[in-house]
């Protein structure tokens, strides 16, 4: 016997929620999409007026808009695909029998770079990474390697920046898949196992569906916290030197909160969005289609 | 005589002399007894004049029993906040402002002129005497458009802290007295075996623009803009002062471009850069043993000289009452502000790490030995120029541009004249936005 549960009751569990979402996500959005067609300057209110889409205008042929949105697709582009590799390396080592203790402890540390506040990474790496004082010169010192200008030369800076979001993030990415590969079926695993000795082949074969879904969620988490990227490179660079680590998200920071142009601002934040809502479908549409 | 009792010496002797007078009416205690209870919102920094104000604190709250709540904020934060708050009628009421802040808070009518509580009778401390206060400093921290908004509270000028002991080791008995003198001299003989003449503080951010930016455009005759507000940058003394930065980098340490204050004043600490010019604020620190190794090492000049003279770095903060205050709190921020900044506090607040703005407190000769700063600060508020960086509210947004084109200059990614046209053009755009060359908004910077 089926039992239809009345709307009524539908709407009261599901109404706090949307109620929630639409407070804190849409209607925020919503402001920031109005203000966007505004020329709205915290500093300048007596000239805010309706500009209607001049603001987007500006943000699409700005070059500076395009260069930091080159440079956050350059940090994805070389952290992420790192990020998967290393972390596939250690989902596979803790997949294995035994050790568990050690297995435990692992699991534990692994949390613990990105429990770490992002403007603490970014203070941390300042600190570590100096030039003179810094701890990780003074290794390098030890095998005979002079100083290294991480901070103050412009490419290092941006590399710096990505070993450090590597770092922060290969942990993350390692869980998700060591949560991807306990849903694999063990009796599939093991019937591979006695099938072929190839690590690959049953990587290839049998685990690698199974780590579709992580995957994807890996990717559409990993874009929008690179597109979102600001404190850990707020507190290690400030954008800098010259513009060498201006991300987008450090770019619209500028523009908002020490320009004080938030029309500017928020039409660079929508079209920010924008491009996030089209990664995250082009990569539902490519890879979930094989696991549906 | 210590600060402490020439200060008591000189509120006794006030106390004596305005005993006779219709003025001895007027004491702290009264005048805040309507405001008692009031609580005041102000934004501090995590610097030597804040932490020193913060002691004094408990003596006006006892006094008064005004409670002034304070929220310490990183500078950079500090205008985003106030801004945002003031915009959203928020709690602040008292206006911290960086002298580049103050033209954006008076035409926005955050702050009100203190002619407000100065013409009040109940309010005005008779002992205030506003021309104590430097006429520069007075000025360009708490002036705008020939108003008097605010009163100097967190006072800087540029200054060359030196280690006297590395000069000394390098035939030096003088530090250098003109620019030409670091490049041609000073400059080639400190920079060896690791160490450095020079460390710039160039990083990113304000430090960029008024640290390093500015330092050499005014020395040289330089300037960021014309009578008739255009780009002055590039004219051929800014460009002369701008190619000597780029070239006196050969005297810094690596990566100079990543050194903020901390930075600057850790390589002089340390030992590692012979000399530095850094705002009078940061003597609390080079002569502290716990943050320093110089010692007696520590010495303290003027900024060297340009061709167009000495006109040093001009930074600090003055204190105002804010408009979205109710009448209490502004009463009782005004009487902080008073008192905080007052000639009879000024010794103590300059025994507690602050430096103040009266002229009054650096009358005694004896103190320069005591405060080697004195002798160059007082020197150089005598040679500054107010709009060292304009202070018009577009400077929050021409700044980020120097900011940005500043640094690309020092890496060579931009040749300075090419950085200076785009720094000019863009400075012009936001100024034309702004309405200055239409006639819509007076030309004051």
């Known amino acids: ?292 | 005589m210590t600060f402490k009792t020439q200060a008591s010496a000189i509120a006794l002797a006030a106390t004596a002399v305005l005993g006779a007078s219709p003025a001895s009416a007027w004491s702290l205690e009264e005048a805040a007894k309507p405001y008692a209870g009031t609580e005041v919102e102000v934004l501090f920094l995590d610097r030597p004049g804040y932490a020193a104000a913060i002691k004094m604190l408990p003596e006006f709250e006892a006094a008064t029993g005004i409670k002034i709540n304070i929220t310490t904020v990183p500078y950079e934060n500090a205008l985003g906040e106030q801004v945002r708050d003031f915009v959203a009628g928020g709690d602040i009421d008292i206006a911290l402002i960086d002298l580049v802040w103050i033209g954006n808070f008076a035409e926005n009518g955050w702050i009100e002129p203190i002619e407000k509580f100065t013409a009040d009778p109940a309010l005005a401390d008779p002992a205030l005497e506003i021309d104590d206060f430097f006429p520069l400093v007075l000025n360009a921290f708490g002036g705008w458009n020939g108003t008097i908004y605010g009163l100097p509270f967190d006072n800087y000028s540029g200054l060359l802290f030196y280690n006297s002991c590395m000069l000394k080791d390098a035939g030096f008995d003088a530090p250098p007295a003109t620019w030409q003198e670091v490049m041609d001299t000073y400059g080639p003989a400190l920079t060896k075996d690791g160490k450095y003449a020079y460390a710039l503080q160039s990083k990113r951010n304000e430090t960029q623009s008024a640290d390093s930016f500015a330092r050499f455009l005014w020395p040289f005759g330089g300037s960021f803009l014309t009578a008739e507000f255009k780009s002055n940058l590039n004219s051929p003394e800014s460009q002369a002062g701008l190619k000597f930065r780029q070239d006196l980098m050969k005297f810094m340490p690596e990566g100079i471009v990543a050194y903020d204050h901390s930075e600057a004043v850790n390589a002089l600490a340390q030992g590692d850069v012979a000399f530095i010019t850094e705002w009078s604020a940061f003597y609390s620190t080079l002569a502290s043993p716990e943050t320093s190794t110089l010692g007696d090492c520590l010495a303290v000049a003027p900024e060297p000289t340009g061709p167009a003279g000495r006109k040093p770095a001009l930074g600090g903060f003055s204190l105002a009452v804010a408009t979205q205050a109710d009448d209490a709190e502004k009463a009782a921020g005004w009487l902080f502000i008073q008192w905080v900044t007052s000639k009879a506090n000024a010794g103590k607040y300059l025994e507690l790490g602050g430096v103040p703005a009266r002229q009054s407190a650096y009358a005694d000769p004896a103190l320069a030995a005591t405060y080697k700063f004195i002798p160059a600060l007082v020197e150089s508020w005598q040679e500054g120029v107010p709009e060292f960086r304009p202070r018009f509210a577009e400077w929050p947004a021409i700044t980020e541009i120097v900011q940005e084109w500043g640094t690309k200059m020092m890496l060579g990614e931009v040749t300075i004249e090419e950085g200076a046209k785009v720094i000019g053009e863009k400075m012009e755009a936001v100024l034309a936005e702004a309405g200055y060359y239409d006639g819509n908004k007076p030309l004051a910077q």
């Open chain 1, 1 to 292: 016997m089926s039992t239809r549960i009345p709307r009524r009751t539908i709407a009261a569990f599901l109404g706090p929620a949307v109620f929630a979402l639409a407070v804190v996500g849409i209607v925020p959005l919503l402001y920031a999409l109005w203000k966007s067609l505004h020329y709205f300057n915290l500093t300048k209110l007596a000239q805010s007026r309706f500009v209607g889409l001049d603001n987007y205008a500006f943000v699409l042929t700005d070059w500076v808009f395009w260069q930091a949105m080159g440079r956050t697709a350059t940090l994805f582009i070389i952290a992420v695909p790192v990020q998967i590799a290393l972390g596939l390396v250690m989902a596979l080592v803790l997949h294995r029998p035994g050790l568990t203790l050690w297995k435990t402890l692992t699991r534990l540390s692994l949390v613990l770079p990105m429990a770490t506040t992002y403007a603490v990474v970014g203070l941390l790496a300042q600190v570590m990474l100096n030039l003179k004082y810094g701890v990780i010169n003074q290794m390098l010192g030890w095998i005979g390697i002079d100083p290294i200008n991480f901070i103050g030369d412009p490419t290092n800076a941006f590399l710096a920046v990505i070993l450090w979001d590597i770092w922060q993030w290969t942990p993350f990415v390692a869980l998700v898949l060591l949560a991807g590969l306990s849903t694999v079926p063990p009796e599939i695993e093991e019937a591979a196992q006695l099938e072929t000795k190839s690590n690959w082949t049953i990587l290839r074969h049998v685990q690698l569906p199974y780590l579709i879904p992580s995957l994807v969620a890996v990717l559409i988490l990993r874009t929008a916290d690179t597109l979102k990227l600001f404190d850990m490179v707020f507190t290690m660079t400030r954008g800098g030197p010259g513009a060498a680590t201006e991300f987008i998200a450090v770019l619209i920071e500028r523009v908002g909160n020490r320009q004080f142009d938030i029309g500017m601002a928020s039409a660079q934040s929508i079209i920010m969005l924008a491009i996030t809502i089209v990664l995250a479908r082009i990569y539902l549409r490519l890879f979930y289609r094989e696991v549906r």
